[in-house]
């Protein structure tokens, strides 16, 4: 008999598990590639998690960075004052000069208040028409009233959607002139309280034109009740405008409000009584006490910076087996502390007749860990010693030193350094000088004229202007004054921030824009026959001058003027600075220096900024971990068609074993057959 045991053993149709087998097989083919893949993509995304808590540290410390270059931080100030009832400085700006200033207060300032007649409720009518409100001073005995004409004069207009008392309080309050109007009851009856701004030039003239007839402004009836004119006061003056009267260091100086911020630039102080006989001192310090801490928080936040993104970068001292971080092998994370380091042990660029160029001179160490420490003794002599070049070294610093030549502002491009400044051009506004006028219509009166006319300015075309011509301007300033406030009250004009100045010389008028530059024009626009007659406001007599654009040169280039701001050109060292230019500047010498938190924060800037370093690299990283995605779905491909291989290997040895079988028992059935084989003849 043949041996069947190998048959037998291989289990041709009763004992091979095929698809364990075929499993197994595929897993050990796939093991290598995936575990590969699998580290890949651990990596990855262990880097991009570790890039967003870099961010987040990194953020933390240009916080901490961002407080010096503030103003705030190493310019702040400090003030000590006499305690007293009659004046306390409320708010003190980092511009103030240090120094001591001593006050005394002769008075304070006062509003000129009016109430009316009374009313029995406050929705009786008040009549209709217009009030017009002018800004000036009465004389002592309210004989005569002279018009600021640097204040416009504003209307109000009382209709019949609004002829109550009601009404009136409501327009003069939305008039948003300063004015404010409040009904009170006197017990019995409602009186209408009218409040003027403080102060002696911000009392009030008060004229009223009824509707359906022209005024005298002494009638005690209607709209006319409310009237305050020479000769015609139908309103009670209850007190007087006055201003606040006080000495600065012996100086004699008047405010029209008790609320002072521009006698000492940067202090503002309140003025609350009267106190001739009493000095108060303010003293006015740097407060280094403030900028100390402030430093000092920045060298804090560095160390606690490098102590966070260890574990990232470095070794992970809390791990048994010191495993290094994910960045541990990135070169952009890597090259953070590098270029960290080395702004920190550089010179600040654009530093000039100054004891400190670096922050190593004031005391601030690297140590061999790269943390910073403070050498205790050099801080505090560079404090107390130094502290102008402290904020020179330490925060952005900019200065000019030509009158008229102002630095606005400077962008992350501008390179520190000096800068020459001419200018060849000077800015100026765009005016229109209106034709001569003989002067006799110049206080236009109740005579039936008509002056309307649009104006064009800077582009922009107003509504239909009205002058009123019932009223006796008294001079030809008044009457400017009150062309100007009509102008400026244009609603499209204001839409589009245009605005003139309006004034008389000799014998015309002149309207000029607010605005510098060749885009600066001011002309007439469909005037009435009486304003072209009269007022000179014609469209082929009036001459019309446009602005200029500033012209000049900065570090010997040619720069770029529009209005009255001039910039370097582009892609030159100064780039980015941009100069205010006064109508009567010449030359200067521009400084710039970005101290050295300005030229930390901007570093940091190319990290964090959108599209910056970081955000490039995190996307590179996520096409990785695409690709790598890709790579997976090409490895089961394989795999799957590995399987379906073997599978059918296993298949075609089961056909053949299965084969063998059939054979074997054939031949076992052949050999039972043969003589002598056969098993009954044993």
Do not use: C
Not at 16 to 38: H, K, Y
Not at 78 to 84: C, D, I, L, R, W
Not at 88 to 96: A, F, M, S
Not at 161 to 180: E, K, W
């Amino acid at each position: 008999m043949i041996d069947n045991n190998i048959i037998q053993s291989i289990g041709a149709g009763s004992g091979i598990d095929t698809s364990n087998i075929v499993e197994q097989l595929v897993e050990i083919e796939r093991a290598g590639p995936q575990l590969r893949l699998d580290t890949k993509k651990e990596l990855y995304e262990s880097q991009i998690s570790d890039y967003g808590s870099l961010k987040s540290a990194m953020s933390t410390l240009q916080t901490a960075i961002q407080a010096l270059t503030d103003e705030e931080g190493l310019y702040s100030k400090t003030a000590s004052f006499t305690e007293s009832d009659a004046l306390v400085p409320t708010t003190l700006d980092t511009d103030t000069q240090t120094g001591t200033y001593s006050f005394v207060v002769s008075d304070i300032a006062q509003s000129q208040s009016f109430s009316s007649t009374t009313f029995s409720d406050p929705t009786d009518a008040v009549g209709e028409g217009t009030l017009t409100f002018s800004f000036g001073s009465w004389d002592a005995g309210l004989t005569a009233f002279t018009q600021d004409t640097d204040q416009d004069q504003v209307t109000v207009t009382i209709d019949s959607s609004n002829n109550t008392l009601n009404g009136l309080r409501d327009a003069i309050n939305d008039a948003d002139m300063n004015v404010q109007a409040s009904i009170v009851n006197n017990g019995s009856n409602y009186v209408l309280l009218i409040t003027a701004e403080s102060g002696a030039s911000n009392e009030l003239e008060i004229t009223v034109s009824e509707s359906g007839g022209s005024p005298t402004n002494t009638d005690s009836s209607d709209l006319s009740r409310f009237s305050f004119v020479a000769g015609g006061q139908q309103l009670t003056q209850d007190q007087e405008g006055k201003d606040a009267s006080l000495t600065v260091n012996g100086l004699a100086v008047t405010r029209s409000s008790n609320t002072i911020s521009d006698v000492v630039e940067g202090l503002t102080l309140d003025v609350l009584k009267s106190a001739p006989t009493e000095t108060i001192t303010v003293t006015v310090s740097d407060d280094k006490a403030f900028a100390e801490q402030t430093i000092r928080d920045f060298v804090d936040a560095y160390n606690a910076f490098l102590e966070e993104i260890e574990p990232l970068v470095g070794v992970d001292p809390e791990s048994e087996e010191g495993e290094r971080g994910s960045l541990y092998s990135d070169s952009l994370a890597k090259s953070v502390t590098s270029q960290f380091r080395s702004l920190i042990s550089s010179t600040v660029t654009g530093l000039s007749d100054t004891n400190y160029t670096a922050i190593t001179n004031l005391g601030i160490r690297t140590e061999l860990d790269g943390t910073l420490t403070i050498d205790e003794n050099d801080f505090s002599t560079a404090l107390e010693s130094n502290f102008e070049d402290i904020q020179r070294l330490m925060a952005p610093y900019t200065s000019s030193t030509g009158s008229g030549i102002e630095v606005n502002s400077y962008g992350d491009q501008t390179q520190a350094g000096s800068y020459a400044v001419s200018i060849t051009t000077n800015p100026a506004k765009g005016y229109v000088d209106a034709a001569t006028t003989s002067g006799t219509y110049l206080a236009p009166n109740t005579n039936g004229y008509t002056y309307t006319f649009k104006v064009n300015v800077n582009g922009t075309e107003s509504g239909t202007i009205t002058i009123p011509t019932d009223v006796d301007y008294g001079s030809s300033d008044e009457l400017a004054n009150a062309i100007q406030s009509a102008i400026n009250a244009d609603s499209t004009l204001q839409a589009n921030n245009a605005s003139v100045i309006v004034s008389y010389s000799t014998d015309h008028f002149v309207l000029t824009s607010n605005k510098y530059g060749s885009s600066s024009t001011v002309s007439f626009v469909d005037p009435s026959t009486d304003a072209d007659t009269h007022l000179g406001f014609s469209t082929t007599t009036a001459t019309t001058t446009s602005g200029v654009d500033v012209a000049g040169t900065v570090g010997g280039e040619t720069g770029f003027g529009l209005g009255n701001v001039l910039r370097p050109k582009l892609d030159s060292n100064a780039d980015g600075l941009n100069l205010i230019v006064s109508e009567t500047a010449t030359t200067s010498t521009v400084n710039f220096t970005r101290g050295f938190s300005g030229e930390f924060d901007v570093l940091i800037d190319q990290f964090l900024q959108t599209n910056g370093l970081f955000d490039q690299r995190e996307d590179n990283l996520t096409i990785k971990l695409d690709d790598i995605d890709e790579d997976q779905t090409l490895l089961d491909s394989r795999m799957d068609a590995y399987h379906e291989r073997l599978m059918q290997q296993f298949i075609a040895m089961e056909n053949i074993l299965n084969g063998l079988n059939s054979s074997g028992s054939f031949l076992e059935n052949l050999v039972n057959t043969l003589p002598f084989t056969a098993s009954n003849n044993r």
